[in-house]
């Protein structure tokens, strides 16, 4: 499946591709393949990601969770959440007044439903009598927890349905809790933050309404689970050990900022391949809702870190895009544009950024590619080269490579290519509609067969192969469109034209040779004269022989 899927996958992302391109009038060239509602935006620039400084010596890398058990299920929110976070089921608040009776210390039945100075809360038996964990439900005030006794020694406490917008982390409720689960509610903002001897380890606010998050986290914080909410960041948590985040179902969450904090500390984020954030509002012509899995933040990252240094020659700058396909965004990708012209390169670059898709080797010494696309796993997504001005003398060796197969355009102008592999690529020209080679400014090997038919395969192909026109000869001051069957095949080393006059001639000299001699043989015997010119001739020693 992977393999070939992949590559039609890619394909399809990249026809697209060329579109968005069109369409954005961003992209290098004007052609237009034809699709729709893909789009192309060009992510934050290198500086700020690098900008804010790379905190710890951790690499900084994007990590993902393994805490995801069971592969096989889809999102599981229970499976990605560590031990140490407590949260209830949601059918406990249903049973809250049927259930616990040896837990009644709140006399709730008396008080019933939403008395504000009721305890809401009730331990949760279920659970190890050592784990002291608590839940609460249908809260409308806080005064329906603070009501409860005891509550300072609560270490674990799960407040489902909390009904008020704002949630107020400072109070003495939560500052001896180790893990605290506020879910289901209405919650869009917090305020204040939890005290300096907070040992919060595990912090759920999923479910909510949160719109602004301001919190500083305790020094304790390992899980921060802000899924199902209405965030459009991710609030800045600037300690360095590892903290866990679920961000998942943030329907505004933006790439951009959480590129800007992604990278300050250590994060893990659970099932990161399907949580999603917005590719960005804030490029006012791109106006669409278009998500990608934030994994593929990581692989932007290593766009930078990855981008080729060639040794003594400088630089190549590799700048993501993303291509996107309508409808699935776990389908939406980011891929690297690759820009390594100028350096005076007599090679390609050993190694590329992941998702290469497009490589500029413009302006260089390079002579050879076909190894790289044959061997190297880092160019096998790339389906536009661009390797004008350069010395590559041959295109036969890219036979077989996945760039054949899959490329949208290849631009080898000005190069020394000796002959053209007509035969390779009529068939891949054929085997998909849309792509181009520019091949003018070569010089080419030209004899009568280019005039009798590379000319009309050009002429064929001249909507593949766009300067068909520019393709010149090396062993003559003509382009190849200029030959002319007549004059080019009767150049003097198609000599074996002539020797059949020659050896025509020739018989026909001796016929008449023959004729005359046997015609003054005739004339000597019948009238005994020797006819003009034999009469004239000196005579010989053979005629004295004879005439003794
Ligand atoms: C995954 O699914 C297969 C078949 O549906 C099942 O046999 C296997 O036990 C499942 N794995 C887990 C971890 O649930
Ligand atoms: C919470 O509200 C739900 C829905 O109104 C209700 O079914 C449940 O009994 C309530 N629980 C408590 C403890 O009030
Ligand atoms: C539960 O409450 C009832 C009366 O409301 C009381 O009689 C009983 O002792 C309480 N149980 C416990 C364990 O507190
Ligand atoms: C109860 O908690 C103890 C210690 O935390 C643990 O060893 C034990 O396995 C738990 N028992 C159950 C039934 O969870
Ligand atoms: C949440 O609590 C409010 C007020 O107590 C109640 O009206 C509502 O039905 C509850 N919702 C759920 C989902 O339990
Ligand atoms: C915790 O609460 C119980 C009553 O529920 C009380 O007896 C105990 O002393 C409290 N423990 C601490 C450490 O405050
Ligand atoms: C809380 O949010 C739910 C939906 O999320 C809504 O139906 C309910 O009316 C809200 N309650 C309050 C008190 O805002
Ligand atoms: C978030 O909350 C803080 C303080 O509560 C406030 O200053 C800020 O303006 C809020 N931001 C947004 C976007 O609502
Ligand atoms: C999310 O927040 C925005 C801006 O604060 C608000 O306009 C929108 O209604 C919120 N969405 C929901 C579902 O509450
Ligand atoms: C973060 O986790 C990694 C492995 O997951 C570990 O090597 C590293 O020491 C951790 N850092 C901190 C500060 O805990
Ligand atoms: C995310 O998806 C990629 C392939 O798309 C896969 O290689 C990787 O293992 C996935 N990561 C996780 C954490 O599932
Ligand atoms: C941007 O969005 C607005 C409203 O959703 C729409 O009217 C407008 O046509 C969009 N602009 C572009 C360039 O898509």
């Known amino acids: 499946m992977s393999a070939k899927h992949n590559g039609s996958l890619l394909l399809l992302v990249l026809l697209v591709y060329g579109v968005a391109t069109a369409v954005s009038g961003r992209g290098q060239e004007e052609e237009n393949f034809g699709g729709h509602q893909e789009h192309l935006a060009v992510l934050p620039n290198p500086n700020v990601i690098h900008g804010n400084g790379n905190g710890n ?43 616990n009776p040896n837990n009644n210390n709140t006399n709730h039945h008396h008080l019933g439903h939403g008395g504000v100075n009721a305890c809401m809360c009730r331990q949760y038996s279920n659970s190890n009598a050592t784990h002291n964990n608590w839940y609460c439900c249908n809260i409308t005030q806080l005064t329906m927890i603070s009501s409860c006794p005891n509550y300072s020694n609560w270490t674990n406490l799960h407040i489902y349905n909390m009904t008020m917008t704002e949630i107020d982390l400072s109070s003495p409720i939560f500052q001896t809790l180790q893990s605290l689960a506020i879910t289901h ?21 999923s479910n909510n309404n ?28 600037t300690q360095n050990h590892n903290i866990t985040l679920d961000i998942r179902m943030n329907k505004r969450m933006l ?24 590719l960005d509002s804030a490029f006012n012509w791109f106006n669409s809702t278009d998500y990608i899995a934030i994994s593929q933040l990581d692989i932007i990252r290593r ?59 413009t302006n260089n010494n390079i002579s050879v590619i076909g190894d790289h696309f044959h061997n190297n796993p880092t160019y096998q997504s790339i389906v536009k080269l661009f390797a004008d001005n350069n010395r590559i003398e041959s295109m036969h060796d890219l036979e077989g490579t996945q760039f054949m197969d899959h490329f949208q355009k290849l631009y080898l102008r000005n190069n020394h290519l000796k002959r053209l592999p007509e035969y ?21 090997m030209c004899d009568c067969n280019s005039a ?35 004059k080019v095949c009767q150049s003097p080393h198609d000599w074996t034209d002539y020797v059949y006059y020659l050896i025509a001639t020739e018989v ?10 046997s015609y003054d043989y005739w004339v000597f015997k019948t009238a005994g004269y020797l006819p003009w010119p034999a009469s004239k001739m000196p005579k010989l020693p053979c005629d004295w022989l004879c005439e003794s």
Not at 424 to 444: H, W
Not at 508 to 517: D, F, N
Request: charge should be positive.
């Open 57 to 99: 010596g951790n690499g900084n890398n994007l990590q993902t969770t393994t805490e995801t058990a069971n592969p096989n299920s889809t999102i599981n929110h229970m499976e990605s959440t560590p031990d140490f976070c407590f949260t209830m089921e949601e059918n406990m608040c249903l049973n809250f007044f049927n259930s």
């Open 255 to 278: 790439c951009n900022n959480l590129m800007a904090t992604i990278f300050r500390g250590s994060f893990k984020f659970v099932a990161p391949n399907s949580t999603y954030c917005l």
């Open 452 to 486: 009798k038919v590379l000319k009309l395969w050009l002429l064929k192909r001249s909507r593949d192969i766009p300067d068909y026109n520019e393709i010149m000869c090396r062993n003559m001051p003509q382009r190849i469109m200029e030959l002319q069957e007549l």
């Open 210 to 237: 949160l719109s602004n998050v301001t919190m500083k986290t305790s020094v304790m914080l390992k899980f921060l689970n802000l899924s199902n909410n209405n965030l459009t960041e991710i609030p800045k948590i």
């Open 185 to 205: 509610g209405n919650i869009t903002s917090t305020v204040k933050t939890f005290s300096r001897m907070s040992k919060v380890k595990c912090l759920n606010l």
């Open 303 to 361: 766009f930078y870190t990855d981008c080729p240094v060639i040794q003594g020659k400088g630089n190549c700058t590799c700048d993501p895009e993303h291509m996107l396909s309508a409808g699935d965004p776990s389908k939406n990708k980011i891929f690297c544009r690759v820009d390594c012209s100028n350096l005076g390169l007599t090679e390609l670059p050993p190694k590329l950024p992941e998702n290469t898709f497009q490589l500029n080797i």
């Open 424 to 444: 390779l690529l009529t068939n891949v020209l054929d085997s998909n509609v849309g792509r181009v080679i520019f091949l003018g400014g070569n010089k080419l």
């Open 508 to 517: 026909i000299l001796l016929i008449a040779l023959i004729t005359k001699v």
